[in-house]
């Protein structure tokens, strides 16, 4: 589990390609890898990565065919700078919220201006994520946490500090730019449960279109 508040950005140095998955070599920047072991994972643009060797300043990876058909892995070429943040310890503050580094999907940049000070972006949501979407709700963004303003169905309204400009790769997003999403987990399995026994059933007789006003009167959600 991770917080969403980036410790250092890295850079790709390599990607390989090895039997339809890709082994990926990242730079770690200032991230602090003295306490790293093999096995630990470590979010890299908000893709949860288990280190399989690693040195004074760099990890390897290895990447599924699954992660790189759900996130923007796929546009990520040496040089491309991400994201770092290692996993939470028991102790750590959670400054941002609770993150899986589970991507959900891919997000498009249709937006970008100055807001003051801040950077005010809007993002188009794969239209399946709109449901876990809310505003004033977390949103991980290329592994940073971050608070939906505002939200118009699938597109989302972010305001940025310079702060989290400065120390994360923000600075580098555009228009037309892609990123990873991961929605709160809590609205991931709050769905399963209002399921309920549908959750058993398959994809198609247990999709979200289950869940409608009788469902929340039968689960207590709504007043009789």
């Known amino acids: 589990m991770f917080t969403g508040i980036i410790e250092a950005v890295g850079s ?13 070599g990242i730079q770690a920047g200032t991230l602090h890898m003295g306490d790293v072991k093999l096995g630990d ?9 288990t280190v399989v060797d690693f040195g004074k300043d760099w ?4 990447v599924s065919l699954e992660t790189l058909n759900r996130s923007a892995l796929s546009h990520w070429k040496p040089g491309t700078r991400v994201n770092l943040e ?11 919220h609770l993150v899986s580094g589970h991507v959900d999907g891919v997000g498009h940049i249709v937006t970008q201006r100055n807001d003051g ?19 004033k709700g977390s949103i991980t963004v290329d592994g940073i ?11 989302m309204s972010l305001n940025l500090v310079p702060h989290t400009a400065r120390h994360t790769t923000i600075g580098e997003w555009r228009v037309g730019s892609v ?5 709160d987990v809590l609205a991931r399995y709050l769905e399963r449960l209002l399921l309920g026994d549908k959750a058993a059933e398959s994809s198609s007789s247990s999709s979200a279109s289950s869940i409608d006003m009788a469902l929340l ?8």
């Open 217 to 224: 009167s039968r689960t207590g959600f709504l007043k009789r």
């Open 145 to 155: 946490s971050l608070t939906i303003n505002q939200l118009t169905g699938h597109r």
């Open 59 to 62: 990890y390897v990876a290895d």
């Open 86 to 96: 290692k996993a939470l310890l028991p102790t750590t503050r959670l400054g941002g």
């Open 179 to 183: 990123v990873n999403l991961e929605v």
């Open 12 to 24: 790709v140095y390599s990607l390989q390609q090895q039997g339809g998955d890709v082994r990926l």
């Open 117 to 135: 000070r801040s950077l005010y972006f809007e993002v188009d949501a794969p239209a399946s994520l709109a449901r876990y979407l809310a505003e």
């Open 41 to 49: 994972s470590i979010a890299t643009n908000g893709v949860c990565l």
